[in-house]
């Protein structure tokens, strides 16, 4: 009888908590994900606003006349432009792109266009995946996107190649938003460790940036990239925070809000330690700079503040309940948001941005700030046990090597060392097809010829 008689008190708590914890998942806000990230300074976010434009310019048919550039232009001389790919010249292997060498800012950068609902084929690339299909470098990344950015390397290799030695002082940038986004920040991986078929480029001038990146990579690898590939998020964009596997994510923007909302609630259930222990899943890549503009109960948006990090743990875990969710992923937005938090940023910094000595003192504690981030991201990785992850004394990576050890590291390449995709020597052959590199699974028989491995 007593037993009875204590199950409507056990109930009430049960209640209670469930109705504590399904409120607090309701009020998380995007702004709780980077409330305790550092602010960006206007030199590390300068190309953001427009790079996005020249992503935007993938869009028109012909850019000496434009039908839908924003406000200002999208900054490209048509005559800088190297080519431009559709559709019709990808074949389906990758979005389209444009390769524009960027004279005014010293950058040669491949932009390429994000998902084209219209299109079976983008689709066939994002959901050319299951966790756990695809290893790279000592962890998983999605098969479907890196296929799509091989074949652009394959195809872009001996261009690349000439442009990179023809301005050996220019930066080499990715861009891509949403799909390209993937495509983009797998081909700066590929790109660091095949450096030799671009002329041995040196790290440092590879970067990447992702617009509202899909998760592509494990977390091991999210980290450890962190020096070449930037993320960028605004607000509430669902597709960064869509923890499941992607081929998932048609579901949620389809069925919202009812299936987003279970799949937001079942995520939320499942313990973060536990999905930092799972080495398939796959994460948002390198630094993050989170665009905030909106605050919990309140309308209207505000002057945007740019947050950046490089975070282990809570890494854009949780959905957004939001109306936003979607209308936070166009680059339309993203842009506009992004110049408009530029502006900010050098307007509150412009004291210091007019004087040149200043300037290039900002920028070199900028770098340092970076530096000490990333080194701590990696220690922190390796203290909570993420799988294949690699403290910075242990890296292989060159991440925190002075000049002098990546010139070493250059050297014993072209020498013939090992490769990081397995025992076989990469080879500095720039026509060589993409699987060999990415498999590694080739060598050479008595006359010299390659074959395959038995």
């Known amino acids: 009888m007593s037993i ?4 409507p008190l056990v109930e009430c708590v049960y209640c209670l908590a469930c109705a504590r914890w399904a409120w607090k998942r309701c009020v998380h806000n995007a702004g709780h994900d980077s409330e ?3 602010h960006a300074t206007a030199e590390e976010f300068e190309p953001v606003p427009r790079l996005c434009r020249y992503i935007l310019a993938v869009y028109e048919d012909d850019l000496r006349h434009p039908l839908w550039a924003p406000p200002g232009g999208y900054g490209i001389n048509p005559d800088w432009v190297k080519h431009k790919k559709t559709y019709e010249d990808t074949r389906g292997q990758a979005p389209p792109y444009i390769l524009y060498i960027d004279h005014d800012h010293a950058d040669i950068v491949l932009a390429i266009r994000g998902l084209n609902m219209a299109k079976e084929s983008d689709y066939a690339v994002l959901l050319d995946n299951r966790l756990g299909k695809r290893k790279f470098d000592g962890g998983y990344v999605h098969n479907g996107l890196l296929k799509a950015a091989g074949w652009v390397l394959d195809t872009e290799c001996k261009v690349l190649r000439e442009l990179v030695e023809t301005y050996p002082d220019y930066t080499l940038t990715f861009a891509g938003h949403s799909l390209g986004s993937g495509v983009a920040a797998m081909l700066a991986m590929v790109v660091v460790q095949n450096r030799d078929r671009l002329g041995d480029i040196e790290r440092k001038r590879v970067r990447c940036y992702a617009m509202a990146p899909a998760r592509c990579m494990s977390l091991n690898l999210a980290v450890r990239y962190a020096d070449v590939i930037n993320s960028v998020v605004l607000q509430d964009d669902f597709l960064p925070r869509t923890a499941t596997p992607l ?7 389809f069925c919202l809000p009812c299936l ?17 222990k799972d080495p398939r899943r796959l994460y948002t890549p390198g630094r ?4 905030v503009e909106r605050k ?5 948006r505000f002057p945007p503040v740019v947050r950046t990090a490089v975070p282990v743990d809570g890494r854009f875990e949780h959905i957004i309940l ?9 680059i339309i937005w993203i842009e506009k948001e992004a110049q408009k938090a530029l502006d900010l940023i050098m307007e509150k910094d412009n004291d210091a941005m007019e004087i040149p000595e200043k300037q290039k003192m900002v920028r070199q504690e900028t770098l340092t700030r970076h530096k000490e981030e990333h080194k701590a991201a990696l220690e922190r990785a390796k203290t909570l ?16 090597d002075d000049e002098e050890q990546e010139e070493e590291s250059s050297r014993r390449r072209l020498k013939g060392g090992s490769s990081s995709f397995g025992s076989t020597p990469k080879k500095s052959n720039a026509s060589e097809s993409w699987d060999e590199v990415i498999e590694g699974l080739f060598d050479k028989d008595e006359h010299g010829h390659i074959v395959l491995k038995k």
């Open 288 to 291: 993050l700079y989170h665009i």
């Open 385 to 400: 046990d993420v799988p294949h992850a690699y403290t910075p004394s242990a890296s292989e990576y060159g991440t925190f």
């Open 4 to 7: 009875l008689c204590g199950l």
């Open 36 to 38: 305790n990230w550092g």
């Open 296 to 300: 919990p109960f309140r309308m209207g």
């Open 247 to 253: 081929e998932d994510i048609f579901k949620s923007v």
């Open 260 to 276: 987003l909302c279970l799949r937001c609630m079942r995520d939320t259930c499942v313990p973060e330690g536990k999905l930092l």
């Open 322 to 330: 939001s109306c936003n969710a979607t209308s936070d992923h166009a």
